[in-house]
Antibody
Framework: QLQLQESGPGLVKPSETLSLTCTVS??????????WGWIRQPPGKGLEWIGS???????YYNPSLKSRVTISVDTSKNQFSLKLSSVTAADTAVYYC?????????????????????WGQGTTVTVSS | EIVMTQSPATLSVSPGERATLSCRAS??????LAWYQQKPGQAPRLLIYGASTRATGIPARFSGSGSGTEFTLTISSLQSEDFAVYYCQQYNNWPPALTFGGGTKVEIK
């Protein structure tokens, strides 16, 4: 059974860089059928997709966060990571990692997407001095 | 950027009744829409993708419909475990973009 677990500091100072890691267990991060993503949820608010990565290192980011976000993958450790720079109080949120059922179909010459089907439990990050 | 708008913000329903949730896209997303359920303190759970295809293990009382800009999630007979917040997500221009709606809270009437 695939499981995802977020880890990282729960408190980050303003203007610093938030760093989180998602460890994948019970399966390989190197599957061709999935991307891996980060989603966040500010207190009492809705979900915001941050970005996603393929095991090869190909990334896609939310345009609103693109200038501050870096997502990377370490296939040897079955992990992927999030870095968000120059954080402010507005970045305080629960951060989730998730598996995206998606990939490129050469038969149809386009991407398919079947949703985010496995999620981590989430980790709370507070930005405060 | 495609904006997803969900209505109502809160829906009060009695157990056993039907719940109908709406999601509207600012431009056509074809059938490229998913629905998620989130209970307090938990991660979201995938319910529906492709506007109407139930994810693995999702009960048949959950159904999705619609295409283009108007979508509906229907819960045919609300169970106690269904009281939660529901989010729609469009993926019409994936990659590179994924967008969630603001959510609808289904509460006990």
């Amino acid at each position: 059974q695939l499981q995802l677990q977020e880890s990282g500091p729960g408190l980050v100072k303003p203007s610093e860089t938030l760093s989180l890691t998602c460890t994948v267990s019970g399966g390989s991060i190197s599957s061709s059928s999935y991307y891996w993503g980060w989603i966040r949820q500010p207190p009492g608010k809705g979900l915001e997709w941050i970005g996603s990565i393929y095991y090869s290192g190909s990334t896609y980011y939310n345009p609103s966060l693109k200038s501050r976000v870096t997502i990377s993958v370490d296939t040897s450790k079955n992990q992927f990571s999030l870095k968000l720079s120059s954080v402010t109080a507005a970045d305080t949120a629960v951060y989730y990692c998730a598996r995206l059922q998606t990939g490129y179909s050469y038969a149809t010459a386009k991407y398919y997407y079947y949703g985010m089907d496995v999620w981590g439990q989430g980790t709370t990050v507070t930005v405060s001095s | 950027e495609i904006v997803m708008t969900q209505s109502p913000a809160t829906l009060s329903v009695s157990p056993g009744e039907r719940a109908t949730l709406s999601c509207r896209a600012s431009q056509s997303v074809s059938s490229n829409l998913a629905w998620y359920q989130q209970k307090p303190g938990q991660a979201p759970r995938l319910l529906i993708y492709g506007a109407s295809t139930r994810a693995t293990g999702i009960p048949a009382r959950f159904s999705g419909s619609g295409s283009g800009t108007e979508f509906t999630l229907t819960i045919s007979s609300l169970q106690s475990e269904d009281f939660a917040v529901y989010y729609c997500q469009q993926y019409n221009n994936w990659p590179p973009a994924l967008t969630f709606g603001g959510g609808t809270k289904v509460e006990i009437k």
